[in-house]
């Protein structure tokens, strides 16, 4: 099976930014992850949160799993947290294994995910 090349559309809400990626998250996508990432010059300052949507993430392999880690360490460094949604059972229980959820909340959906987000704001 070929690979799914990874599709990224971004879009803001107040205080921070969601990634929604499509296709599959291998080492192939990183560059064009953490170039996206690294544009958003308001990191840390008017952007606190990063929110990636993996509800259309067909497939991570180990690659995935560390572009992943080094994208939410990096905003860990700028202060902006990292959450997610949309990961199959079994990309969760990955994520737990490789230490990935000290830096990345993982929550069942984008309303539970900015519901914890207008928490935090207050």
């Known amino acids: 099976m ?3 090349p990874l599709v990224i559309e971004s ?3 107040p205080s921070g930014l969601v990634l929604k990626l499509e296709g599959d998250l291998s080492k192939s996508a990183e560059a064009k992850l953490i ?6 010059t308001e990191l840390g300052s008017s952007i606190r949160f990063l929110a990636l949507d993996l509800t259309k993430v067909a497939y991570i392999n180990s690659g995935g799993m560390a572009v992943l880690i080094r994208l939410a360490r990096m905003g860990s460094k ?7 949604w949309g990961i ?6 990955l994520f737990r294994m490789v230490g ?4 990345m909340m993982i929550y069942p959906n ?7 987000i207008e ?3 207050l």
């Open 119 to 121: 928490a935090l704001e």
């Open 100 to 103: 990935l959820t000290e830096f």
């Open 35 to 40: 170039a996206g990432f690294e544009q958003e």
């Open 110 to 116: 984008e309303f539970a995910v900015m519901q914890r």
């Open 11 to 13: 879009r803001k809400f």
């Open 78 to 84: 700028a202060g902006v947290h990292t959450f997610a």
């Open 88 to 93: 199959t059972p079994h990309y969760e229980k």
């Open 2 to 4: 070929a690979e799914q």
